[in-house]
């Protein structure tokens, strides 16, 4: 058996997996990702995170851990911890989207940027490593001893199995990794002032990095030979549950929202650092990733709810009515849309800077126009990113996974206004499932159920494409304009 572990923004899952019988699921516990909030400051609280993974791994039973020979771990990407020369932690574990680190980022020159994303295939931005790093070093460190970065599943590697390693795609999201050498990148660390910082070697996703130690199998129940795997950053692995082929596009939806492509080299181009376009090795390092991700989803939604105090089932109720008459050709009267940068914006224009904004709301509007606001926006946001991202005639479909596959309407809106297939498969935990996959060196995957949207060719969809390129775009750039202008 296999037990994964995926740390997500929002959740954190620990799945029993038997891989004899076609990937079934035994066992599944999850919990709230906990988190440590101090006015504008948010830290992912390693501490109560790592006693939630050991207390709830006993959950899975006793009989299913002595069969679990191997542990994969799984994780949002950037965050993680500074280690002293003891392996001691120095400060917090900041969180990815935490922006305290920002003005490393600002004191960066022009030339410093583009060598950087020449070198890393990432644009400089306060949500990965490099900059958490320096205003870690700068705040509770001595800049004249040794330290090392460990990134959320590096860390806890470590704390299973005692070794310190990472993996191609976790590397990735450091912005101190040299995508073409395939090594750290001093030039980069020397940027950054972070050159008395180590880094753990680099290992491909699924590889043995360690067994578990004897401490924590007389805790757990786990095996003391049981090997602990880094499977990679989740939304990489997610997309090995789908089976994602060269020209198709995975949106991988949850707290925020990923666009994902693969590619068989590099091709840093300059003008993708200024979009927020990233580069990265996939969890085959075989393989190259094209990425980009937009802050808000997921993270929206669950805004939209409580604001508004209405329930899920209250929301699917207005989703499922409003696609019934959308099939048949009824829009709202009242269109209303929404520009989701509610923790700023992705691709094109990736800025902390940038506030949300709703357009077309009077006296008349209702709770469902706003619904169907909502999930266009949403729709528009992600146009606009993949159309920046990749060729729209270079993409021969879009696999979707995470919440999305529930939204009827949320996806026949993206095939109509994307005109692309929308293949919406019905997997239960696909970073879950993939990491399974991955650890298991599976080279097939097991196919799961999907549905397909196919692009309604009506009145409707013309009319909202033209809202698209005759309201959405001229606002969306002034507005993005005009906050970037007052900031300067």
Request: hydrophobic fraction near 35%; charge should be negative.
């Amino acid at each position: 058996m296999i037990l994964t572990i995926d740390v997500g923004t929002t959740n954190t899952k620990l799945t029993c997996w038997e891989t004899y019988h076609n990937y079934k699921k035994i066992k599944q516990v999850k919990f709230s990702t906990p988190k440590i909030c101090n006015n504008d400051y948010v830290d992912f609280d390693i501490n109560s995170l790592w006693e939630k993974i050991i207390s709830n791994i006993k959950l899975i039973g006793a009989d299913n851990l002595k069969k679990v020979d191997r542990i994969s771990i799984a994780s949002v990407g950037e965050a993680g911890v500074l280690l002293d020369k003891n392996f001691q932690r120095i400060g917090p574990m900041i969180a990815w989207f935490d922006q305290r680190s920002q003005t490393i980022i600002d004191h960066l020159s022009k030339n410093e940027q583009n060598m950087i994303y020449q070198i890393t295939g990432l644009p400089a931005h306060v949500h990965y490593s490099a900059s958490k790093i320096a205003w870690l070093l700068k705040e509770y460190a001595n800049t004249m001893e040794k330290y090392y970065w460990l990134c959320i599943p590096d860390y806890l590697l470590f704390l299973l199995t005692g070794n310190l390693a990472t993996e191609y795609s976790i590397a990735s999201r450091t912005l101190c990794y040299d995508l073409k050498t395939k090594e750290w990148s001093e030039e980069v660390k020397k940027i950054f002032n972070i050159e008395n910082v180590e880094f753990p070697n680099v290992h491909s996703a699924g590889e043995n990095m360690g067994t578990v130690q004897s401490s924590i199998s007389k805790r757990t129940g786990l095996n003391s030979d049981c090997y602990v795997t880094i499977v990679g950053h989740d939304h990489m692995v997610g997309s090995r549950a789908s089976s994602l082929h060269g020209g198709e596009l995975l949106d991988s939806t949850g707290t925020t929202e990923a666009l994902l492509t693969l590619k068989d080299d590099i091709n840093l181009i300059e003008s993708d650092e200024k979009k927020g376009i990233a580069n990265g090795v996939y969890v085959d390092p075989k393989k190259y990733t094209l990425f980009t991700a937009l802050p808000a989803a997921g993270s929206v939604i669950q805004w939209f709810m409580e604001t508004l105090n209405i329930s899920e089932e209250q929301l699917m109720d207005s989703m499922d009515k409003l696609y019934e008459n959308y099939r048949k050709g009824v829009l709202p009267e009242n269109i209303t849309w929404l520009i989701p940068h509610f923790s700023g914006s992705g691709t094109p224009t990736k800025s902390t800077l940038t506030k949300g904004l709703w357009y077309g709301i009077n006296s008349e509007t209702t709770l469902d126009d706003l619904v169907f606001g909502l999930f266009l926006g949403l729709t528009f946001e992600f146009k606009l990113a993949m159309e920046t991202l990749i060729k729209s005639d270079g993409v021969s479909c879009i696999k979707a996974i995470g919440p999305i596959t529930n939204d009827n309407l949320w996806l026949q809106l993206k095939a109509d206004i994307l005109k692309k297939d929308i293949i919406a498969l019905e997997m239960d935990e696909a970073v879950s499932f993939g990491g399974c996959l991955i650890a298991n060196h599976s080279k097939s995957v097991v196919n799961s159920k999907s549905e397909i949207y196919h692009p309604l060719d009506n009145s409707n969809s013309s009319k909202l494409n033209k809202i698209f390129t005759e309201q959405y775009l001229p606002i969306y750039k002034s507005k993005v304009n005009f906050e970037l202008n007052i900031n300067n």
